[in-house]
């Protein structure tokens, strides 16, 4: 009887794992390989670059700022940006908050275009290696009057130039 009963049992492993012995689930036979190409000629989407932009921003991080708006000139090669602010933002800050707005530009360029280069604290980011840009900070009371703007600087393609304030 001990005789059948383990013969049973051997059998019934032996018949267990005689079953598939070759995952194809974990490891199945024909892998997807991904796809590192890098793409140059990728069409923009200035309203998901919008998006983007714009959810970068915590105003809360930006105290002052009211409000903000951009345009691209892509036959000119050109973005012009401008930011309108408070009577509680001095030259220096709208320098900084200007700079931010460019290289969040760059960056919500860079998501759908992986061979542009991310911005970091030196340089704009390699959106701006081929586009210039023109940024101006003003006041939201007195946007009409340049005299009491903040910033207004054109800066050339490929120049990284810091974003200063006017005199």
């Known amino acids: 009887m001990k005789k ?5 049992a051997l059998s019934c492993v032996m018949i267990l794992s005689s079953g598939c012995t070759k995952s194809n689930i974990l490891s199945p036979e024909e892998k997807p390989q991904p796809d590192f190409t890098v793409y140059t000629d990728v069409q923009l ?6 998006d983007d932009v714009m959810s970068y921003y915590d105003y809360d991080e930006y105290p002052g700022l009211v409000t903000f708006n951009y345009a691209h000139r ?3 090669k050109m ?3 401008q930011l309108f602010v408070d009577d509680t933002v001095d030259k ?3 320098a900084r908050y200007a700079a931010d707005l460019i290289r969040h530009i760059n960056d919500s360029i860079a998501i759908q275009n992986n061979s542009i280069s991310l ?3 030196e340089r704009y980011g390699g959106f701006f290696d081929d586009y210039g840009f023109t940024v101006q900070v003003m006041p939201e009371a007195t946007k009409e009057d340049e005299s009491t703007w903040l910033v207004n600087m054109t800066v050339a393609a490929g120049e990284h130039t810091p974003v200063t304030p006017l005199p």
Request: charge should be negative.
């Open 119 to 121: 911005a970091d604290e």
């Open 45 to 50: 989407e200035w309203h998901q670059v919008t």
């Open 92 to 94: 220096e800050t709208a």
């Open 74 to 76: 892509d036959e000119e």
């Open 4 to 8: 059948t009963l383990f013969a049973a």
């Open 79 to 81: 973005i012009e940006a």
